[in-house]
């Protein structure tokens, strides 16, 4: 624990400006980002007698051992630099909601030839018009359902849509009107992304023109007797008013804005966002988040507003965000928005009427998920911390093993050698550090040799990156440190093997080699779900029931999942080289235009130097070498159909060589 007055900057060093900050750990890690309109008052009270600090900033500045900072211009730099840090170093100490990328979109591929409509997740792509989130992805698919009898848009995957173009004949939902089968031709280019453009614009609320039109339309169609139209756009219309009866109106100004409400306690904070387009709620999303900073509401809304907006551009940011508190930087972070939207936006408080009356329903919304998270969360947090408990109790350990690695040895018969490592933070997976290895110092099938080359190449990492960070810092030289998240910088306060008393023993060498002796290690054996000790003869045996044993599996079995998952893609690799493959330089792009232009490999095996040539971006010498390598190779002997006998030629138009081997994992 480092005494804040040992980093304190000198008086006067500090500018009266706005700025950010950084607070960095012993190991050079920024554990906290902030902003200021004044970095010489800010910091200021950082420093001040740990009893008057709150005790999550008193935490904070004694993990700290430095602050530094930077000078910015305006308080709207200052909000972007700050989003920034935040996003590149992941501090610890930061309030960060969980992300929401789980959250089902509909989604309008407008970057495409051909526009297709489906649900999507993860981060938003460049070129595409999304609605949403959605709470369930089935919703989505009903909505969409509804709307194809008006707006037959393709929604085809690309597989699909190729092989309809292929047979010229159109999928199912071509024949039943409920698609434009642009696959066919049956509708031009232009006219099918004019018909998208028109779903977009009715799912962005842009309705009552639409459906005039139809009822206009439908009219002049009875008025000339074509009764068949007529009741055609009848059930479209019907079919538009029962699509938009699924979002009720809301806001009766057709107002497009974004609700905000929050819900917190001292600990928890859960955040939940409405998304009215239209007056309508397109859509609706919620995080909950660890309060690891002394911080009040606005300061939440401010994080908030940050994470939901920090990567959103255009009509993505509404003309109205509505939320409970307005942030301290109020002014500047309306500016900010503006900015990403490319216009005005207006930031602030409901007062009364329906934006107010709804504003209460989110609030209410986020009650219950706060509510709803913390009856989950404490059943879980408490055999969790139960689990740690007894796996310290049981091996004498001086406290919890917060973080756990475990590594596993898998290979195919001596093949592929391969190891993992995976690691469990507070209980749970943390699956962003987990990491993958090769066994390289040797050939053949030996586990125990193999776990301690990779227990050796992980912890050498992890000194490497001690004295890069400056704890082991050279006289003559800086760390050279950026602060951002390490692949091996953070030591485990145990290391789990998969493994007996061999598998623990190498492990234990292994440090012992690199003069570690602060990491334990242990091995949990299948046969009997022992616990084995270095040095020890006898395994250490927990109970069946025990929470701490059930934890140990888990770690265990994530580990061996994690190997076999590698091992079978090397080996996936591996049988499928083919000749082509043992060409230096030769890429992939390269050797499908060979066989594209060929046809087989059996065909680009019978042909001349010349003929090869004639291949676009292959030349002389690259010809050259591909005819050598196929020269050198042995071509398979011929397929035989089983049923009939018959020899089946190698036509096939694939790079790659198949094998029929087969082996057990182990």
Known sequence: MADPSSYRPRPGEIPDSPGVYKFRDEHRRVIYVGKAKSLRQRLASYFQDLAGLHPRTATMVTTAASVEWTVVSTEVEALQLEYSWIKEYDPRFNVKYRDDKSYPSLA???????????????????????????????????????????????????????????????CLLGYIGKCSAPCVGRISPEDHRELAEEFCDFMAGRTGAYLSRLEREMQAAAEEMEYEKAARLRDDIGALRRAMEKNAVVLADATDADLMAVAEDELEAAVQIFHVRGGRVRGQ?????????????AG???????????????????????????????????QWLAERRGSQVSLRVPQRGDKKSLMETVHRNAQQSLALHKTKRASDLTTRSRALEEIAEALELDGAPLRIECFDISHLQGDDVVASMVVFEDGLARKSEYRRFQVKSFEGQDDVRSMHEVVSRRFRRYLQEKLKTGEWAPEDGEPEDDGRPKRFAYPPQLVVVDGGQPQVAAAKRALEELG??????????????????????????????????????????????????????????????????????????????LVKHFGSVKKLRQA???????????????????????????????????????????????????????????
Request: charged letters at 25%; one cysteine or more; glycine letters at 10%.
């Open 285 to 297: 999303r919620g995080w909950v988040t660890d309060k690891v900073e002394a911080v009040d509401t």
């Open 516 to 593: 570690i002796d602060d990491v334990a290690v242990c091995g949990l054996a299948k046969r009997l779900e022992e616990v084995w000790l270095p040095g020890e003869d006898d395994p250490v045996v927990l109970p069946r029931t025990s929470e701490g044993l059930y934890l140990l599996q888990r770690v265990r079995d994530e580990a061996h999942r994690f190997a076999i998952q590698y091992q079978r893609s090397k080996r996936g690799k591996r049988l499928k080289a083919g000749p082509l493959d043992e060409v230096p330089g030769l890429g992939e792009s390269r050797k499908q235009a």
């Open 608 to 666: 001349t130097i010349d003929q090869i040539c004639e291949v676009p971006g292959i030349g002389r010498k690259t010809a050259e070498t591909v005819a050598a390598a196929l020269a050198r190779a042995v071509p398979a002997g011929p397929a035989v159909n089983t049923a009939t006998g018959e020899i089946m030629e190698d036509e096939a138009p694939a790079p790659a060589g198949t094998s029929s081997e087969r082996g057990t994992e182990q």
């Open 300 to 334: 939440l809304v401010e994080h908030a507003l940050q994470q939901l907006y920090g990567e959103e551009s255009g009509e993505s940011v509404p003309k109205e965000v509505l939320v409970p508190v307005l942030p301290e930087d109020a002014p500047a972070l309306g």
């Open 108 to 170: 309008v591929t407008l970057n495409e030839q051909y526009p297709r409509v489906q649900v999507m997740r993860g981060p938003k792509k460049k070129g595409v018009r999304y609605f949403g989130p959605y709470g369930h992805a089935w919703a989505i698919r009903e909505t969409v359902d509804l709307m194809l009898r008006v707006f037959p848009v393709r929604t085809c995957s690309a597989g699909v849509f190729k092989r309809s173009a292929q047979i010229g004949r159109p």
